[in-house]
Every structure is written in C-alpha cells, then in structure tokens.
Nanobody, 121 residues
C-alpha cells in the first residue's frame, strides 16, 4: 500500500506562517514529483506548488513569493512553508505524489487525506 499523510494545518492569523508536511510511505519504488493542492468551499481544486525529484519547482501565481516547497528525496517527504498568510489561503490542502511502486510499472498519482488551513482576519 501507499499512504500519504499530511500534517501541520491549523488556525493562524493573517500575516502568520504555517508549515505543512507530507510523508509518503508504504511500497514505493520511486517518486517523480510531489505537490500541494488546495480546495476552498465552492471552488475548484488548484495546484499550489509542485516539485520534482530533481528539485524543479512551480507555484501558483497567488502564492509566489510567500510559499516555498521543498522535498527530501531520501525520506519521501514534501513540505510547504507558508508565510504572510492571507484569508484567501483558507482551504483544505492536499498532498499529491506521482510515484511508482515497482520499476516495471507506470507512474500513478496518489493523494493524501487533506489538512485544513484556516486564516483568520
């Protein structure tokens, strides 16, 4: 089995910071990329930040300059440092991993259960 577990969500004041973490565990051969998505009530799920195993990153325009994504390849973890949080950052944040469990199978996408981030004004 493959399991992605997020942590670090919570309630924070506008202008504050949170750090989200996600650990991928179970039967994993290799990870191509990991990322963070978020979904606010009534809104479409969107990519917040992504990172490849080689270290290439991309961010949603709304979080550039405020959020930083990082990955520890050895530990199969990804983190999202969120600074200068705004009310509009409030959402459920989901960890995603593009990985394969065996060398002879294709990459597939896996999701965590989500963690709530609430930013108060």
């Amino acid at each position: 089995q493959v399991q992605l577990v997020e942590s670090g969500g919570g309630l924070v004041q506008a202008g504050g910071s949170l750090r989200l973490s996600c650990v991928a565990s179970g039967s994993i051969f290799s990870i191509n990329a990991m990322g963070w998505y978020r979904q606010a009530p009534g809104k479409q799920r969107e990519l917040v930040a992504g990172i490849t195993s080689g270290g290439s990153t991309n961010y949603a325009d709304s979080v550039k300059g405020r959020f930083t994504i990082s990955m520890d390849n050895a530990k199969n973890t990804v983190a999202l440092q969120m600074n200068s949080l705004k009310y509009e950052d409030t959402a459920v944040y989901y960890c995603n991993a593009d990985l394969r469990r065996r060398s002879y199978v294709a990459y597939a996408s896996y999701w965590g259960q989500g963690t709530q981030v609430t930013v108060s004004s």
